[in-house]
C-alpha cells in the first residue's frame, strides 16, 4: 500500500507539480472548449478564446499570489 | 534552406528537445560529479549508464505503445494538453526565479549537499558495486532524464519523428559533457533559468497549439480544429506567452527581495 501511495505521489508530482491550479485551469479551459466545438461552435474563433482563457488560469493565480505576500 | 535540410519544424523540435535535455543534463552532472568524485567513478559510472539505458527502453516502448493504442485524433489532444501542463509549470519557475520571488536553482548548494551525503554514507558492497554510489546516480540521471522522455515523445509522436526529437536531445550529452571535463565542477554558472525560460515557452507554445486543434475531437466528423492562420498561428501564440510572461516578470518583480539580483530570463 506504502508503495502504491507513493508510486501515484510520484506522478502527481511530476505531472501535476508544485502548483496544482495550472492543470486545473488547463483542463478546465480545454474541458469548455470540448462542449463548445460539441455544441457546434468549433469556429476558428474559438481557438483564440481558448488560448486567451489559457493565459487568464495561468497568470491570475500568479498575480493573486503576488498581491497575498 | 535551412540548415542540414531540415524544415523549420525540425529545426523547433531538434532545438526544443536540444535545450530541454541539455538543463536536464545539467542538474543530473552535478548528482554524478558528487557520487563519482567521492565515492569512485565505476559504481557511478554503472548506475548512470543503466539509468540511461532504462530510458531508452523507456522511449521505445512508451513511443511503440501510444502510437498503436492510441487513435491519431485523441493522441494530439492528450499530448498538447500534457505538453501545455508541462510547459506552464516551467514557465511558472523561470518567470517566479527572474522576478526574484523564488531562488534560483543552486548547482554549487546541490553539489554540497550531495558531497556531504555521499561522505556520511557507509560503504556497502553489491554485485561489486559500491551500493550507494550506484544507486543516487541511477536515480538522479532516472528522475532528470523522465521529463526529457516525456519532452522528446510528446514532440517527436506529434511531428511523426521520435527519432529526430530523440537526436536533439542525444546531442545536448556532448557539449555539457566537454564543460564539465574542462570545468572539473558543477556547472553553476550555465544560466539554466533563461534555458528554462525559453523551453518553457517552446512547450506552452506547441502544447496550446496541438491541445486547441486537438479539441476536434469532438466536433462533427472529429477534424482538428482550424486556427485563424493555419500554421502561422504558431508565432502569433509564441509571441503572446512571450508578451504575457515579460508582463507577469515585470508585476511580479519584488525589489526588495534577497533574490533581486536574480538572474533574469532573456
Not at chain 2, 3 to 27: D, H, R
Not at chain 2, 91 to 98: D, F, G, T
Amino acid at each position: 500500500m506504502r508503495y502504491l501511495a507513493a508510486f501515484f505521489r510520484f506522478w502527481y508530482e511530476f505531472i501535476v507539480g508544485d502548483d496544482w491550479r495550472i492543470a486545473a485551469g488547463v483542463v478546465g479551459v480545454l474541458a469548455i472548449g470540448a462542449l463548445a466545438t460539441r455544441a457546434g461552435y468549433a469556429e476558428p474563433a474559438l481557438t483564440l478564446t481558448l488560448f486567451a482563457g489559457l493565459v487568464a488560469v495561468f497568470a491570475l493565480p500568479l498575480l493573486a499570489d503576488s498581491r497575498r505576500s | 534552406m535551412m540548415p542540414l535540410g531540415l524544415s523549420a519544424a525540425e529545426l523547433a523540435l531538434v532545438g526544443a528537445t536540444f535545450l530541454a535535455s541539455a538543463v536536464e543534463i545539467v542538474e543530473a552532472y552535478t548528482i554524478v560529479l558528487a557520487m563519482g568524485l567521492t565515492r569512485g567513478w565505476r559504481s557511478t559510472a554503472a548506475g548512470a549508464v543503466a539509468a540511461l539505458a532504462l530510458l531508452a527502453v523507456l522511449t521505445v516502448v512508451a513511443g511503440y505503445t501510444i502510437l498503436r493504442l492510441i487513435p491519431p485524433s485523441l493522441l494530439q489532444l492528450v499530448i498538447g494538453t500534457l505538453l501545455l501542463i508541462f510547459g506552464l509549470q516551467w514557465l511558472r519557475k523561470a518567470i517566479l526565479r527572474s522576478a526574484g520571488r523564488k531562488a534560483l536553482h543552486d548547482e554549487d548548494a546541490i553539489f554540497v549537499t550531495e558531497v556531504e551525503a555521499a561522505q556520511a554514507a557507509p560503504v556497502r558492497t553489491l554485485f561489486g558495486l559500491d551500493w550507494f554510489a550506484f544507486v543516487v546516480a541511477f536515480k538522479g540521471v532516472l528522475l532528470e532524464g523522465l521529463e526529457v522522455v516525456v519532452i522528446v515523445l510528446t514532440f517527436g509522436i506529434t511531428a511523426d519523428n521520435i527519432p529526430l526529437a530523440a537526436v536533439g536531445a542525444l546531442l545536448a550529452i556532448v557539449p555539457v559533457t566537454i564543460l564539465v571535463i574542462l570545468v572539473r565542477g558543477p556547472l553553476s554558472r550555465v544560466p539554466e533559468n533563461s534555458i528554462k525560460y525559453v523551453v518553457g515557452l517552446l512547450l506552452t507554445t506547441f502544447g496550446t497549439f496541438w491541445a486547441i486543434e486537438g479539441l476536434g475531437l469532438f466536433a462533427t466528423g472529429s477534424e482538428s480544429l482550424e486556427w485563424p492562420t493555419g500554421d502561422l498561428a504558431i508565432a502569433i501564440v509564441l509571441l503572446g506567452w512571450i508578451v504575457v510572461s515579460r508582463i507577469l516578470i515585470s508585476a511580479l518583480r519584488d525589489r526588495d527581495s534577497p533574490l533581486a539580483e536574480a538572474e533574469v530570463a532573456p
